[in-house]
């Protein structure tokens, strides 16, 4: 396309040429009458108009070198193709695209189901017993021994008489030592038979080894003001 422009231009400017000299070649009386098909040579750009030569006239010398331009038809183009090669080409617009739909990374958390309160039974109370009353206490005589020892088995029928005489005033009770070795320990007993005498209060006042009557035992718990009193 540029170069059918270009041609273009060319041809107007010959013609502004021709139309020029022509108007010189009137106002000096000399007709020139142009050959309807036959185009004027082009002159030169190095040759000025003023020089060129009339026809008639001797041509004047010139070292200024030129040619004549073959005649040219210019082409005009089609209304069409002038309208489309003249009106700028249109890109088409890119269509937008649809986004692809979201990929979940997740699956989705199911509600939980919330969870069922079970009701217990209450409890039935029973109605609360108090707790039986302690006895009072009483004074005692403990003796640590052996059922084999010959002073332990002349004790034996002295702490029978005790029990049945003061049982509801005092607590009479044996141990055999080689049966219950903590409660020798717990006594520190060293020799048999050994009678320790304790207090309501459980704590002991007095102890005494080997063999022991029934009537001085009864002093001795009078002597620490604890009075037996038989059935």
Sequence with gaps: MNRIWKAVIV???GLAIIAVVGAKSKSKGR????SPTAVTPLVSAQTPVS????????????????HTAPPVTPRVPSSSRARDEAAPQQKPKPQPQA????????????PQAAPKQVETPRESRAPVTPPPSTP??????I????KTCVPCKMMAPILEELRQDYGSQLEVTFYDIYERRDMADTYHIRVIPTQVFLDAEGKEFFRHQGFYPKDEI??????????????
């Design 11 to 13: 041809i107007a400017l």
């Design 31 to 34: 007709s020139v009458t142009p």
């Design 51 to 66: 020089q060129a030569a009339a026809p008639g006239a001797d041509p004047a010398p010139s070292t200024a070198t030129h």
């Design 99 to 110: 986004a692809p739909p979201p990929t979940p990374t997740s699956a989705p958390a199911r």
């Design 136 to 141: 009072a206490r009483r004074p005692q005589l």
């Design 143 to 146: 003796e640590l021994g052996s």
């Design 218 to 231: 009864l002093a001795k718990f009078r002597e620490h003001g604890i009075t037996l009193e038989s059935r």
